[in-house]
């Protein structure tokens, strides 16, 4: 008996195609968010563990002004320590171009003969540099392909004041720089920022570390107590100047891809559920409205012996066959698209190979959550079925009381025509249906709305970091603190306007059983070239009575106004001070934690010392400020804002942001999806009526206009209430794009 039913329904897919093409759109546009998030996740976990087990990424990171080599054999010793490597870390400056600012570069020695124990490099061409030639060296794949670098080029690198020339032998790729950022940058620059391996001997002379190491690499066995190795490596290593080891999680690199990977994860839980939700939704009034449509036809089934679950059945196979035709679809999108993203995601985090792979369980969750979304829109209509009797539904309905009817008298009636009264009475007749459609026009529109508040925001962060908070014109970093004389000496140089020096201190904050791992940055009391802004953007001058916090690291640490936080300094004698919260600012990007300079310095216990600062220069004096900076063996690094602020904007735009422009145009497929299907809907329920108003004598445009302004007016109320929802999915979406970083 279910032969005449499948005929039927093949019959209504084919007089539905258009509407069941948008709504299986729909469904795809959610499943594919779903796959590809899942896929993304997924690829980038499995290739960034995969990297750092091939390449024997360290577990642990012990920094040291310098320590004698003979210290490894003790911490070989530590309990739950498998693997020691010890190794000269540095800063230098790479000089292209005579007037362009140096390049900043990061200096790693590499053992007398063959891989490191621990951080092996991934050689893309060449080979190894040998012991017998100290000026040999491999340059960071990046690097070297944003400026043409080749096998046997030179490179003149300023090493810890000391001008030497390089020769490079290869290139080569590194877990531990998986995201190559210069320090204090936020987004990876190939042309602006470079790592250079060289051996051993030739950096010992260049850093005076004949004998000795700044840094040492400790791999761990599984199940070691991480507290305890960093507790005892510390100790061991404070007679040296140790700065405080720290764990893998805290390198740069691997903080970046951890927030990305949590950060799509997050959007994959909250994000593809909205594009479900809403083809349930569209579901559900489709549905409702061809039942209502087919109410004759229902109880004809009836009266030929189809019982109401043969007869829901039949209506629910066609809405099955939608839901997974859609999902089909979005698992096959949401592969290709994830492939294509992923590669995009290769461009930033430097990935010598890249397992893009989808989680089976993820096609079976996405489908089944389709299904059962589709499922959940389908029962609430299919209600109607199990209580029609075949001799009340082969009945027409009863016809509207029209008695009650709203009346145009006065001036309305004089201001509206006769095919706006039919419009507004349609409205009145019908509330619910107009509801119906009026949220879910409101319920597309939401997700456009958010999409594109997200893009503004993305742009507003960067007008506001970089226009009205940082407004120099470059940054000057210092190989250690110097100083203040440096700011009158600096002051002095032609073409500098206006220098504002600033001091940033590593530490380790703790509040209670918090803690994290970041910076004090110290500014003078009124600072005019960078400013912490407030809510309002009114400037929020730093304190001397106690840390202006981050919003963002006050929630990390739980910590508000008034309380006291323990900060273990990570640098020069590393004390450990106490220093109250004087308040909690709105910052944009990062986790940055300000306090008044001098009184920054009078607690270290070091007056008058300055890390970095920013300048506002003279544009037809720069190349002169460069060649001069070049000279001052004391600056470790050159930035320059509008560099940095392009950098950035390109990442969000072509990397980690580009997810934001993809949900943007399934947005789109969402709102198109909608109207149309209200549109198809409106006008099947107005074909009779419609030809009615042409027999009594209505122009064509006339009658259109019935049925356009009905879609015009459900737009119109649409719009106040999508802004709302989408102001407040937004903000869903925009947390999940956020992250401490």
Same mark, same amino acid.
């Given at each position: 008996?279910?032969?005449?039913?499948?005929?039927?329904?093949?019959?209504?897919?084919?007089?539905?195609?258009?509407?069941?093409?948008?709504?299986?759109?729909?469904?795809?546009?959610?499943?594919?968010?779903?796959?590809?998030?899942?896929?993304?996740?997924?690829?980038?976990?499995? *290739?960034?563990?995969?990297?750092?087990?091939?390449?024997?990424?360290?577990?642990?990171?012990?920094?040291?002004?310098?320590?004698?080599?003979?210290?490894?054999?003790?911490?070989?010793?530590?309990?739950?320590?498998?693997?020691?490597?010890?190794?000269?870390?540095?800063?230098?400056?790479?000089?292209?171009?005579?007037?362009?600012?140096?390049?900043?570069?990061?200096?790693? %020695?590499?053992?007398?003969?063959?891989?490191?124990?621990?951080?092996?490099?991934?050689?893309?061409?060449?080979?190894?540099?040998?012991?017998?030639?100290?000026?040999?060296?491999?340059?960071?794949?990046?690097?070297?392909?944003? /400026?043409?670098?080749?096998?046997?080029?030179?490179?003149?690198?300023?090493?810890?004041?000391?001008?030497?020339?390089?020769?490079?032998?290869?290139?080569?790729?590194?877990?531990?720089?998986?995201?190559?950022?210069?320090?204090?940058?936020?987004?990876?620059?190939?042309?602006?920022?470079?790592?250079?391996?060289?051996?051993?001997?030739?950096?010992?002379?260049?850093?005076?570390?004949?004998?000795?190491?700044?840094?040492?690499?400790?791999?761990?066995?599984?199940?070691?107590?991480?507290?305890?190795?960093?507790?005892?490596?510390?100790?061991?290593?404070?007679?040296?100047?140790?700065?405080?080891?720290?764990?893998?999680?805290?390198?740069?690199?691997?903080?970046?891809?951890?927030?990305?990977?949590?950060?799509?994860?997050?959007?994959?839980?909250?994000?593809?559920?909205?594009?479900?939700?809403?083809?349930?939704?569209?579901?559900?009034?489709?549905?409702?409205? *061809?039942?209502?449509?087919?109410?004759?036809?229902?109880?004809?089934?009836?009266?030929?012996?189809?019982?109401?679950?043969?007869?829901?059945? /039949?209506?629910?196979?066609?809405?099955?066959?939608?839901?997974?035709?859609?999902?089909?679809?979005?698992?096959?999108?949401?592969?290709?698209?994830?492939?294509?993203?992923?590669?995009?995601?290769?461009?930033?985090?430097?990935?010598?190979?890249?397992?893009?792979?989808?989680?089976?369980?993820?096609?079976? %969750?996405?489908?089944?959550?389709?299904?059962?979304?589709?499922?959940?829109?389908?029962?609430?209509?299919?209600?109607?079925?199990?209580?029609?009797?075949?001799?009340?539904?082969?009945?027409?309905?009863?016809?509207?009381?029209? %008695?009650?009817?709203?009346?145009?008298?006065?001036?309305?009636?004089?201001?509206?025509?006769?095919?706006?009264?039919?419009?507004?009475?349609?409205?009145?007749?019908?509330?619910?249906?107009?509801?119906?459609?009026?949220?879910?026009?409101?319920?597309?529109?939401?997700?456009?709305?958010?999409?594109?508040?997200?893009?503004?925001?993305?742009?507003? *962060?960067?007008?506001?970091?970089?226009?009205?908070?940082?407004?120099?014109?470059?940054?000057?970093?210092?190989?250690?603190?110097?100083?203040?004389?440096?700011?009158?000496?600096?002051?002095?140089?032609?073409?500098?306007?206006?220098?504002?020096?600033?001091?940033?201190?590593?530490?380790?904050?703790?509040?209670?059983?918090?803690?994290?791992?970041?910076?004090?940055?110290?500014?003078?009391?009124?600072?005019?070239?960078?400013?912490?802004?407030?809510?309002?953007?009114?400037?929020?001058?730093?304190?001397?009575?106690?840390?202006?916090?981050?919003?963002?690291?006050?929630?990390?640490?739980?910590?508000?106004?008034?309380?006291?936080?323990?900060?273990?300094?990570?640098?020069?004698?590393?004390?450990?001070?106490?220093?109250?919260?004087?308040?909690?600012?709105?910052?944009?990007?990062?986790?940055?934690?300000?306090?008044?300079?001098?009184?920054?310095?009078?607690?270290?216990?070091?007056?008058?010392?300055?890390?970095?600062?920013?300048?506002?220069?003279?544009?037809?004096?720069?190349?002169?400020?460069?060649?001069?900076?070049?000279?001052?063996?004391?600056?470790?690094?050159?930035?320059?804002?509008?560099?940095?602020?392009?950098?950035?904007?390109?990442?969000?735009?072509?990397?980690?942001?580009?997810?934001?422009?993809?949900?943007?145009?399934?947005?789109?497929?969402?709102?198109?999806?909608?109207?149309?299907?209200?549109?198809?809907?409106?006008?099947?329920?107005?074909?009779?009526?419609?030809?009615?108003?042409?027999?009594?004598?209505? %122009?064509?445009?006339?009658?259109?206009?019935?049925?356009?302004?009905?879609?015009?007016?459900?737009?119109?109320?649409?719009?106040?209430?999508?802004?709302?929802?989408?102001?407040?999915?937004?903000?869903?979406?925009?947390?999940?794009?956020?992250?401490?970083?």
């Amino acid at each position: 008996m279910s032969r005449p039913l499948d005929r039927k329904l093949l019959r209504d897919l084919a007089r539905m195609k258009g509407q069941a093409v948008a709504i299986a759109l729909v469904v795809a546009a959610g499943v594919l968010l779903l796959v590809m998030m899942d896929g993304l996740v997924n690829s980038l976990s499995t *290739t960034r563990d995969a990297y750092y087990r091939q390449y024997r990424l360290a577990d642990v990171f012990a920094p040291v002004k310098r320590a004698p080599s003979y210290v490894a054999d003790s911490l070989s010793r530590i309990d739950g320590v498998a693997a020691v490597q010890t190794r000269i870390f540095g800063s230098a400056l790479i000089d292209l171009h005579p007037d362009r600012i140096p390049i900043r570069a990061q200096v790693v %020695s590499l053992p007398e003969s063959g891989q490191p124990l621990l951080n092996q490099i991934h050689l893309t061409s060449g080979r190894l540099p040998e012991a017998t030639d100290p000026d040999e060296a491999v340059l960071l794949d990046g690097f070297a392909r944003a /400026h043409g670098f080749r096998i046997g080029d030179g490179l003149t690198v300023n090493l810890n004041g000391s001008r030497r020339n390089l020769r490079i032998i290869g290139t080569a790729l590194s877990p531990e720089f998986l995201y190559p950022v210069a320090p204090g940058d936020m987004a990876p620059d190939d042309e602006r920022f470079a790592v250079i391996w060289a051996g051993r001997k030739a950096l010992e002379s260049a850093y005076d570390m004949e004998g000795a190491f700044n840094q040492a690499l400790l791999g761990l066995t599984p199940g070691a107590g991480i507290d305890g190795v960093l507790a005892t490596a510390d100790r061991m290593l404070k007679p040296f100047g140790s700065t405080g080891a720290y764990t893998r999680d805290d390198n740069v690199s691997e903080r970046f891809i951890s927030e990305e990977i949590s950060g799509l994860r997050g959007s994959s839980r909250t994000v593809p559920p909205v594009f479900l939700l809403i083809a349930a939704f569209l579901l559900y009034i489709v549905l409702s409205r *061809t039942i209502q449509a087919e109410r004759q036809q229902v109880g004809l089934l009836k009266a030929f012996g189809y019982n109401s679950f043969e007869i829901g059945l /039949h209506y629910l196979k066609f809405i099955m066959i939608i839901a997974v035709a859609g999902s089909a679809l979005g698992c096959l999108l949401g592969v290709v698209s994830g492939r294509r993203l992923a590669g995009v995601y290769q461009l930033y985090y430097k990935f010598p190979f890249l397992y893009f792979s989808v989680d089976p369980m993820a096609f079976i %969750s996405a489908i089944g959550t389709s299904l059962i979304s589709a499922m959940a829109g389908g029962a609430l209509a299919l209600r109607r079925i199990f209580g029609l009797m075949p001799a009340v539904a082969m009945q027409p309905p009863s016809p509207p009381d029209y %008695s009650h009817s709203i009346s145009f008298g006065g001036r309305a009636g004089r201001i509206l025509d006769q095919t706006s009264k039919i419009i507004v009475r349609r409205f009145v007749h019908h509330p619910w249906r107009a509801f119906v459609s009026v949220a879910g026009i409101s319920a597309g529109m939401a997700l456009s709305v958010s999409m594109h508040s997200l893009m503004s925001s993305f742009n507003s *962060t960067m007008n506001l970091t970089f226009e009205l908070m940082d407004r120099s014109d470059l940054t000057l970093t210092f190989a250690e603190p110097l100083s203040e004389t440096v700011v009158h000496e600096l002051q002095s140089m032609e073409g500098v306007i206006e220098v504002e020096p600033s001091r940033n201190v590593p530490v380790i904050f703790h509040h209670g059983r918090r803690s994290w791992r970041g910076t004090v940055t110290g500014l003078v009391a009124s600072p005019e070239l960078y400013r912490v802004l407030d809510r309002d953007q009114n400037p929020a001058y730093v304190r001397a009575d106690g840390v202006l916090l981050g919003r963002a690291l006050a929630d990390i640490l739980d910590v508000r106004p008034g309380g006291v936080l323990r900060l273990d300094v990570r640098e020069g004698r590393c004390p450990t001070i106490e220093i109250p919260v004087a308040g909690v600012v709105d910052t944009f990007i990062g986790a940055p934690a300000f306090f008044e300079l001098d009184q920054l310095n009078r607690v270290l216990r070091e007056p008058n010392r300055v890390s970095c600062a920013y300048l506002r220069i003279d544009s037809h004096r720069k190349d002169e400020l460069f060649r001069q900076f070049k000279q001052m063996p004391a600056i470790a690094g050159v930035s320059l804002k509008q560099e940095t602020r392009d950098s950035l904007q390109e990442l969000l735009d072509s990397g980690a942001g580009a997810m934001r422009f993809i949900m943007a145009a399934i947005a789109a497929v969402i709102t198109f999806g909608i109207v149309y299907n209200s549109a198809r809907i409106a006008f099947a329920e107005m074909a009779s009526d419609l030809a009615i108003l042409r027999v009594l004598g209505f %122009s064509r445009g006339e009658t259109a206009s019935v049925l356009l302004g009905e879609l015009t007016l459900m737009t119109l109320m649409a719009i106040p209430i999508g802004m709302a929802f989408g102001v407040y999915l937004n903000h869903i979406i925009a947390t999940g794009f956020s992250n401490d970083i």
